[in-house]
């Protein structure tokens, strides 16, 4: 059975901050993809990141980092000088490799951003 | 380059009606996922749809249908339905040979009273 764990349910932050969202997941595949979606409060989820297991080189794209890592079997997400359009609630996801499997989704963080 | 879309935006119904809630996907996509999400709570897996057929199923009840036409858009039919069935129904599309990235569309709020 597939599992993730976010196990911050709510981050405030002073605008221009940097914040760290945690994802910690467990699964018996050996090949699987882990993904971040943003939810802003008009609730579409809005793709972020994907990425393989067999490929742990972090990745950043702008204010947006993330930290993989297969030892700990962790998936966390940096924002760096955050702003207030980043407020939203934050989901990690893990799906088996293969076809458009099913995304079993965390609890979600929801990140408060103020001025 | 449409995203996915989903109707309506809205719904009450009062327990034991029926329900259909509608998806088109992205454009040049041709798998539809449907999720619910409960207040507070991650989305739950209810079922996806490819080649008009239902491809693989989360631990929902029988209450909860599908159906896929030829166009690729998709419908969620709910029976007799519950007040724990409120929640924010979301519709995902892929391209199932290329790509296990899904894109979703902006919900279906559901009200049961």
């Known amino acids: 059975a597939q599992k993730v764990t976010q196990a911050q349910t709510e981050i405030s932050v002073v605008e221009k901050e940097d914040v760290t969202l945690d994802c910690v997941y467990e699964t018996r595949d050996t090949t699987y993809y882990l993904f971040w979606y943003k939810q802003p409060p008009s609730g579409e989820l809005v793709f972020l990141i994907r990425?393989?297991?067999?490929?742990?080189q972090n990745e950043i794209s702008g204010r947006y980092s993330w930290n993989f890592q297969k030892s700990t079997s962790s998936f966390n997400f940096t924002i760096t000088a955050s702003q207030v359009v980043d407020s939203a609630v934050y989901f990690c996801a893990l799906s088996a490799a293969g076809t458009a499997s099913k995304l079993t989704f965390g609890t979600g963080t929801r990140l408060q951003v103020t001025l | 380059d449409a995203g996915v879309t989903q109707s309506p935006t809205h719904l009450i119904k009062t327990r034991g009606q029926q329900v259909t809630l509608r998806c088109s996907p992205k454009?040049?996509?041709?798998?539809v996922s449907w999720y619910q999400q409960a207040l507070g709570q991650g989305p739950q897996f209810i079922f996806q749809?490819?080649?008009?057929?239902?491809?693989q199923r989360g631990n929902f009840p029988d209450r909860f249908s599908g159906h896929q036409f030829p166009n690729y858009s998709s419908e969620l039919n709910v029976n007799a339905l519950l007040l724990g069935d409120s929640a924010l129904y979301l519709c995902?599309?892929?391209?199932?040979?290329?790509?296990?990235?899904?894109?979703f569309g902006p919900g279906t709020r559901l009200t049961v009273l």
């Open positions: 990425r393989n297991s067999f490929d742990e």
């Open positions: 454009s040049g996509h041709d798998t």
């Open positions: 749809y490819y080649e008009e057929e239902e491809r």
């Open positions: 995902a599309s892929s391209l199932l040979l290329v790509t296990d990235t899904q894109y």
